[in-house]
């Protein structure tokens, strides 16, 4: 009998989830040990809706959304990204989760936005794991609505 690897463990729990028999998050640190910024940043132009963490003070949380995760994520980090992650205090900033199969719906990525946003306020999520946590809820709504097309992403989790 071969013993699985982390990788292959990971890899199977990937393409479970994106197949459909198996429900949940794709969560990138429950089996592999790298730091989230070890992790390549997706490139494509598909659109994204993104939770980040400031690296310096572990409570500030940013979310945005944007075509190119990558290009935006360097955006934030050299101050130009946004006025929210523009204190020099704030950077680096770390993708704490993202979700993604937007498919250039403009709409549709501003309304996930706002609902991500808004959840936020409502739940009074203040720590980053909390705020990162409310994605899948969110596309959980969106699920039932039929619009089974988004995939959820938590690359990090920040421990106490």
Known sequence: MSRKSQFSEYINHVVNVVSGSEEGVIRR???LPYRPFDDKVPDSFSGYCYCLVSLRDRQSTYIGQTMN???RLHRHNEGIGG?????PALRPWALMAYVCGFECHRRELLDFEYAWKNERGYRRAHSPNDVASLAPVIVDRYRQQGRNHLKCVQTALIGN
Request: charged residues 35%; neutral net charge.
């Open 29 to 31: 640190n429950d089996m």
């Open 69 to 71: 995760l990558r290009k």
């Open 83 to 87: 006025v929210q992650t523009s204190d």
